[in-house]
Each structure stands twice: as C-alpha cells, then as structure tokens.
C-alpha cells in the first residue's frame, strides 16, 4: 500500500460512523390500493412469514402522505411508505446490528427485497405490486449518529459506493444525497438499467 493510500485508509476510520437504525425504501412503478395488505400482514404475523418478531398491523391511510400500512416488529417495521408522494415498501431496522457496515448495509437491503418479492409473488393482490428497480432510498433513522450534513456524507461516502458497486454489479450508477437538513440522512442510488429481485438478491449474496 503507498504511503497516500495508508493515509487515505486511517482517515476514513477516524471518520467511519457504526451505522445503525438503518432504512431502506423500495419505490414502486404505480400507486396502490393498500386495503388488501392489512389482512395479508395479519397473515404474515400469524404465520411468520418474515425473519423478525412481528407483532401487530397498524394503519395509517388517513395521513396524507404518511407512513400508510406498517407492520410492526420487534427488531424491525415494514410498511407501504407515501412519504413525499411516492409510494414505496419501507424496511426501518430498530434493534441494533453488529458487523461491518456493508453487511448492516447488506441486512438491511436483502430484508426489504425480500418484504418486496413476498408482496409481488401474493396472488391476493392481483400482480398490483411492481417494484422500480432502478432507484433505492436509503436512510439512518438516527440524528445523533448521523446528522444531515456534509460530514456525515463524506464519512458514509465511501461504505454508500462500495455498497452500490456490488449490488448492481458494477453498472454504472449515481449517488445522490438528502438535501433538506432538516430530515435524517438519506442516500439515492440510482442504477442506469433495471435489476429483478432476484438478481439484487444473488448480487448481495456473491
């Protein structure tokens, strides 16, 4: 290693942050109806259909905009996500994660593109769920950890590339970054084609 690439190795561990609390949306092609979810996540719940501990539906249709259907867990919320306008399926990690950043990274994506490919293979809900594959949201649900700023975004940076890189398969891609300081850290990664769900999913495990 030359002396330049041993000195760019140590600032980026001083500068690393132990992501935590991480989100991931997945956004959608079209709106939806969500009526049909509530009872299939009472399905899912009763039938533990997902990794994590789930433990209740809660339904928040009314709020414009808002987090619409959530499924609450013990470790972690999935929800069909209108936040902004844009309807997408929302995987929120709460419990913490040891590991690298890449595989919190990695945890955290695999479970949203598996809550996804559940709710495109459910033949209740008529092939109604079509996921853009070409964009995905990712945010740190925690301002402490990771405030909005410019920091934050150089010393994710580098996990947010190597991360991408990987996941599409060397595909050319953009990173882009939440702008509104007054919202937690997000990232968008936007691919320059469109992966199945189970391409990401065999990306992830390579």
């Known amino acids: 290693m030359e002396r330049g690439d041993n000195l760019r190795s140590i600032l980026e561990e001083e ?44 339904d928040y249709r009314h709020v414009h905009h808002g987090p619409g259907v959530v499924l609450i867990g013990h470790e972690a919320d999935y929800s069909i996500d209108q936040t902004d306008g844009r309807v997408g399926l929302r995987y929120n990690r709460k419990a913490p994660l040891i590991g690298t950043n890449q595989e919190k990274l990695t945890q955290a994506l695999r479970a949203g593109l598996i809550f996804a490919k559940h709710l495109q293979e459910d033949t209740r809900l008529n092939n109604t769920f079509h996921f853009n594959s070409r964009e995905i949201v990712l945010f740190i649900n925690d301002r402490l950890l990771a405030p909005n700023n410019e920091e934050t975004r150089r010393a994710v940076g580098p996990d947010l590339r190597s991360f991408a890189n990987k996941l599409l398969h060397g595909t050319e891609f953009s990173l882009s970054y939440e702008t509104n300081l007054r919202r937690p850290f997000g990232a968008r990664i936007r691919s320059e084609r469109a992966f199945a769900i189970e391409s990401l999913l065999e990306n992830l495990a390579a």
């Not at 992501?19 to 997945?26: D, F, P």
């Not at 049909?36 to 259909?49: R, S, T």
């Open 15 to 58: 500068t690393a942050i132990d992501l935590q609390h991480l989100n991931v949306k997945l956004l959608l092609e079209d709106s939806i109806d969500l009526e049909p979810v509530i009872p299939i996540f009472h399905n899912w719940i009763q039938n533990c259909i997902l990794p994590e501990l789930l433990i209740d539906v809660a």
